[in-house]
């Protein structure tokens, strides 16, 4: 585990360094070249200006062209290598003169010879020839790369007539950038390795802390306390060690309080044992006695029961009989009773149906009355409509006159109309007056069928309550006898009863008593059982307590303070 660790931290720091290492220097690298290719277009740009300045005061003269060749004053400029070697061994760079956009004398060499004949760039010549500006850059150089100035050569008249051209190579550019990177990687690979030396060191003082620590906790895990480290560092690693310390210390002491505890609970423990078995015996005879003295009152008691079911059947029977005699002497009384209200309502009837005789007799008068006076409002009828059937017939023929009269009879013509609807009218409430009649006719000749035959059933319902009456007055003096005699057994009834009643108390006192008594010999003896079963918890709770006390003396022993 040191080594894997020691391992994996060296891998984890030298793999953060790599990679810094190749991030720094991609960016260094792309910062050089294009630094260097700054400074190359620069100092091209400056070559420029200064070969052209020398070309001035060697070859005095303006610049014209003549017959395809480029003069400067009477100097021709085809293949003058002179020249432009001259000037490349100064600047220490390309040169080159074009004639329009064709290399006339130039230094730069393509297969093994001066690469005259051929043309400028398309780009160059578009901003050189066309737009007559100064071009300065990367560009393309007989197939090859350069870092570039162009100038555009005019005439006396303003023409341009040729371009003078300035570069740095790029191989010059490749080894310069080449040069630094060197330096920079020498100057990397010190660095790493002075790294790498610092890693080891760090990484193995390291893994010697932690692994002191890691020892300590493994004795602690086994139950070794003693370990106490000495690092006084104030980094995680000393706070580490602090931390193990103080819970060391803390343990220590819980651990000796809890082996002293342990043995107070064992010796208290022996002290609860013993005393729950003697607590147990003197529990178990005080049971016996108990039991003895319950399974006694429990004999009493099954007797008092017998004896009290007894009384309370007799008595219960008793009950029944005086009640039953009591129900009969009221139902005699109550018949005693009837008897005599029937006898008067026998009297009370003959009397009404006396009454009803008399009033018959005269609604059979009153009613043949009504039918005498209904014969003659028939009569009167009669005439009404006769009278109606004349107004009706006068009517018609008012309004045939009327007619004949023209507009001047036209309102007597109205008077007759109005005349003949109420001669109408009347003449039909006389027909349904002579219809209600009629029936009121029937009604009364039913009615004087019925009060004929009522008349009948009165006469015969007063000689059936005279016979009535003389029944009730027998049976209310027969009710009266058994009445009288029945008083006397409900009398004696009720003594018997009374004096049974008492003898019932007596014994229900007798039972509550006893049945108290046996209730609480049961529950004195259920408590010396329910006291003698927790004086046999205690034993067992306390041998169990002494022997986890036992076990836990032997646990605390194992560990080392």
Known sequence: MKSSLAIKLNVLIFSILILFSIVLGSVLYKQITDGIKEAAVEKAASDLELGFRYIDKAIPGEWYVEEGVLYKGDTPMNENYDLVDEIGDMTGGTVTLFLHDTRIATNVILDGERAVGTQVSEEVAEAVLSREEIYLGEADVAGY????????????????????????????????VKSAMQGFLIVLTAVMVVAAGAVFVFTKRLTR?????????KAAGEGDFSIQFSDTSKDEFGQLAGSFNTMVKKIHRLLSNVSHLSQQVAASSEQLTASAEETTKATDQISESVQNVAAGTEKQLEKAVISNEVAETISFEMENISHHIEQANEKANRTSKTAEEGGKVVDQTLMKMKDIQDKSESGVQVIRSLSNKSVKIGDILSVISGISEQTNLLALNAAIEAARAGEQGKGFAVVAEEVRKLAEESGDSAKQISTMIGEIQEGISESVTAMESSR??????????????????????AIKDVSDQVMNVTEATQHVATNIGKMVTSINESKLITENAAGYSQNVAASTEEQTATMEEIASSAFTLAKMAEDLQKAVSAFKL
């Open 209 to 217: 802390r932690l692994s002191k620590l890691t020892e300590g906790v």
């Open 456 to 477: 009948t059933s009165v006469a015969s319902g007063i000689e059936n309550a005279d016979k009535a009456k003389e029944t009730f007055k027998d049976i209310s003096e």
């Open 145 to 176: 790369t350069y870092q570039t100035a162009y100038m555009p050569i005019t005439s006396a008249n303003g023409e341009v007539v040729g371009i003078w051209y300035v570069g740095a190579s790029q191989e010059f550019i490749d080894s310069t």
